[in-house]
């Protein structure tokens, strides 16, 4: 059974830092793409960002380039995000997603995790 | 970047009624085109890939068609745990786009 469990969510000051982690199981992790998406309470899903499964290849939306670095370990089953200037609107259930194949894009999010809650606030 | 637009923003449908949405991309995107559901207070699970292609374990009441730039997602007969915001998704390139969502109620 495909799992991924996501956690590191929490309260933050604007400006402040945080790194987010998903841990997956039931698949092997290094041959499939991730990525990460979020949502705002009572909004729509956004994503955020991608990595294909050797993390040749990293994509950040516009709305998180510069400040928000994803990556993985292979080794240890572990997707991260690791956020930084964070700001209010970065408020959301943050969502880890496994792709259904080497890439992000040309592969559907195939398998999702609970999601982890951020709040940007002071 | 290309953008998707998703209608309606809501509906309300009977149990038994055919629910069609629609979701339109700004740009030609073949068939790459997704469709997810979220029940409330859960995450969101694939329904369907390629435009057409039913993901492997959902009810065969969910259909979905079009291409280039215009995509619908069919649910014959609603049932009552169809009660959900769907959303459409781009993945032909990054940035992958999500649609705004269209909440499904039953009457």
């Known amino acids: 059974e495909v799992q991924l469990l996501e956690s590191g969510g929490g309260l933050v000051q604007p400006g402040g830092s945080l790194r987010l982690s998903c841990v997956v199981s039931g698949f092997t992790f290094s041959n499939y793409a991730m990525s990460w998406a979020r949502q705002v309470p009572g909004k729509g899903l956004e994503w955020v960002s991608g990595?294909?499964?050797?993390?040749?290849?990293?994509y950040n939306a516009d709305s998180v380039q510069g400040r928000f670095t994803i990556s993985r370990d292979n080794s240890k089953n572990t997707l991260y995000l690791q956020m930084s200037s964070l700001r209010v609107e970065d408020t959301a259930t943050y969502y880890c997603?496994?792709?259904?194949?080497?890439?992000?894009?040309?592969?559907?999010?195939?398998?999702w995790g609970q999601g982890t809650t951020v709040t940007v606030s002071s | 970047d290309i953008q998707m637009t998703q209608s309606p923003s809501s509906l309300s449908a009977s149990v038994g009624d055919r629910v069609t949405i629609t979701c339109r991309a700004s740009?030609?995107?073949?068939?790459?085109l997704a469709w997810y559901q979220q029940r409330p207070g859960k995450s969101p699970k694939l329904l369907i890939y390629g435009a057409s292609i039913l993901q492997s374990g959902v009810p065969s009441r969910f259909s979905g068609g079009g291409s280039r730039t215009d995509f619908t997602l069919t649910i014959n007969s609603l049932q009552p745990e169809d009660v959900a915001t769907y959303y459409c998704?781009?993945?032909?390139?990054?940035?992958?786009?999500f649609g705004g969502g269209t909440k499904v109620e039953i009457k």
């Open positions: 990595i294909s499964d050797s993390a040749i290849h990293t």
């Open positions: 997603a496994v792709h259904s194949g080497r890439d992000y894009y040309n592969y559907p999010m195939d398998g």
């Open positions: 740009r030609d995107i073949n068939d790459w």
């Open positions: 998704q781009k993945y032909d390139g990054a940035p992958l786009t």
